[in-house]
Nanobody, 116 residues
Framework: QVQLVESGGGLVQAGGSLRLSCVASGSIFSTFVMGWYRQGPGKQRELVAGITTGGSTNYAASVKGRFTISRDNAKNTVYLQMNSLKSEDTAVYYC??????????WGQGTQVTVSS
């Protein structure tokens, strides 16, 4: 069983920055495709950014150029650096880990609130 624990959320003014972290338990973190998802009020959960085992990244169009996903396999941690935050970025952000057989794990979520 893998546990994902997010941190780094909070309240920030528009234009500000936050860095989310997600620490995974277990010793096979490097084999997981990692991602950050978010769910805003009244919206469906959506993919924000993903990073493969080889370090390739992909981003939602709405965050491209503002957010950066990275991973540190030695620390079992994936990060999401969020810059130039907008009110529409307000959401609960979830860490996701996908195994090679496509089974997925989810964190409990961390709230990000951007005030305009």
């Amino acid at each position: 069983q893998v546990q994902l624990v997010e941190s780094g959320g909070g309240l920030v003014q528009a234009g500000g920055s936050l860095r989310l972290s997600c620490v995974a338990s277990g010793s096979i973190f490097s084999t997981f495709v990692m991602g950050w998802y978010r769910q805003g009020p009244g919206k469906q959960r959506e993919l924000v950014a993903g990073i493969t085992t080889g370090g390739s990244t992909n981003y939602a169009a709405s965050v491209k150029g503002r957010f950066t996903i990275s991973r540190d396999n030695a620390k079992n941690t994936v990060y999401l650096q969020m810059n130039s935050l907008k009110s529409e970025d307000t959401a609960v952000y979830y860490c996701n880990a996908k195994r090679i057989d496509s089974y997925q794990y989810w964190g409990q979520g961390t709230q990000v609130t951007v005030s305009s």
